[in-house]
């Protein structure tokens, strides 16, 4: 389904919901007469902090769409909750957000995912551009959910192959033990990659000597590791402590400035930016700090726009989804 298709869907509930029991024309949940809401949860604080600032792009590029005259003459408006990157927490701040929102927009994290899914699948809420390719989402994907992000297994696949293409021959993996680390793994194996020592870590451990000195008496020339930023800095410098320097692989979620330092990489790291981000950044005239967050906040502008707001006296805040999608009685089902 399309992006204009869950919204519309959205809208169309949403106006059901606002117009059913009152003869119509009230403000449907997440919609009034001058801003449409979204939510987001997203840890801003937790070991995985750092993806806090997907917030700060959405925001901007909800800025530019409202400095552009918003949709229908209505400001895009973002409501973020920190999440902490624990599911129950997500679970609490979703539940604090479906009250005023539309949809949810660049949710970050591949458990607190999964789990903000079982809170907005009942009630038939989209969420728009998750931060995450983990596998479920590929397996039975959601009718409320429209994914931007690549699976995981993809780009395992990719780091497994590479490793054999650099000649190691024996082959360390450190993986996070959640959907996140497991659908990254089990893309290394698709590769055909024999890993000849695999570790997992929970991601709220701080120590990694253990497992530097672990990876290091097993006598390994590369590690592939699977881990957000903050376990990957102190993981390599874990290893650093010891003098270990096997080859290292990492994920994209952790290829950033401070892992390269962490790793002793010097030089200039290449911005390689999607099309989107760059052109966010060329309207603010200046470097955004979001990642692919404006990916999906761009699918919000351009796909309501296309939908269009109707709040007619007469409306109910309906929008027709078009030939092929499911109506809103269907949506309120869930998944």
Known sequence: MSVSGLLALGIAACGQSASGGSGGGSASVGVTKTAVTFGQTVPS???AALYGESTAGVRAYFAMVNAQGGV???????????DQYEPS??????RKLISSELAEVAVNGSA???AVLNVLGPQGIPIIGPQTGATYLFQKTPRILFNVWPE???????L???AQRLGLKKVGVLYQNDDFGQSLYQGVLASGLKPAKVITYDPTQTDFSPQAQQFKSAG??????????????AFLNA????????????????????????????????????PVTAELEQSAGQPVPAGHAPVPARSIGVDLRRVGVDRGSGGGGRAQAGKGEPDAQQLHKGP
């Open 152 to 158: 995981y297994t993809i780009e395992g696949k990719l």
């Open 239 to 274: 290893m650093a402590a010891l003098n270990f320097k096997p080859a290292r692989l990492m994920s994209q979620v952790s290829a950033i400035p401070q892992s390269r330092r962490a790793a002793g990489v010097s030089g200039k790291l290449h911005r390689g930016l999607h």
């Open 112 to 114: 607190t995912t999964k």
């Open 72 to 82: 229908d003459g209505r400001k895009l408006k973002l409501t973020a909750l920190d």
């Open 220 to 233: 390994v020339d590369g590690v592939i590791i699977l881990a957000i930023p903050k376990p990957t800095i």
């Open 45 to 47: 604080s937790g070991p």
């Open 89 to 94: 927490v997500a679970v609490q701040q979703t």
């Open 160 to 162: 497994g192959s590479f």
